[in-house]
């Protein structure tokens, strides 16, 4: 005997838009709003490489290439960002009270896993700044075994990963309060 199932039309078509297409900015195509364009680990980490290597050369006084027209925003909650951020990371509250200061620049936020961070990325773009989300966030970047530091600076281990149910590499101590 052959089961066959009646699947609405409507039904089809928000699988289809969930589960078959790129959902850029978590699900950004689906529940409206602009398409977000995304940056890669790989493609930050070159970038934040290239900075650090400007300010390298500016602090030994020779004559540094164009610094990079980026800045990087966590905008995960203060608990948060007070464990560990991005190296080179500014804080949400400091970039929205600052935000002349980065007025033609490049806005790459992140958070824990993009979702935060694309809906931030939604807002910005809608007031006309250049925008990347940093799709898998904090939690791809450590993913890499790439550094952390505190806000202060100063290299660490800790990652606040917002819930218990992410997993960290053992190379990092998870915080979760």
Known sequence: MKLQFAVPGFVCCVLA???????????????????IETISTEDLSALLAQRRKVVDA???????????????????????????????????????????????RLVIPYCTVGGRSGAYAKKLVADGVKVKNYKGSILKWIDAGLPLETLDGKPTNRVHTYSDRYQVPKAYQQVTR
Not at 66 to 95: L, M, W
Request: net charge positive; charged share 25%.
């Open 17 to 35: 838009a969930v589960f078959c297409s790129p959902a850029s900015a978590q699900f950004g195509n689906f529940f409206g709003g602009p398409k």
């Open 58 to 104: 500016a602090t030994q006084k020779r004559t540094p290439t164009p610094a990079a027209d980026f800045v990087v925003v966590d905008v995960r909650s203060e608990a948060e960002v007070n464990v560990s951020v991005i190296p080179g990371a500014i804080t949400k509250q400091q970039y929205e009270k600052n935000r002349e200061k980065y007025r033609d």
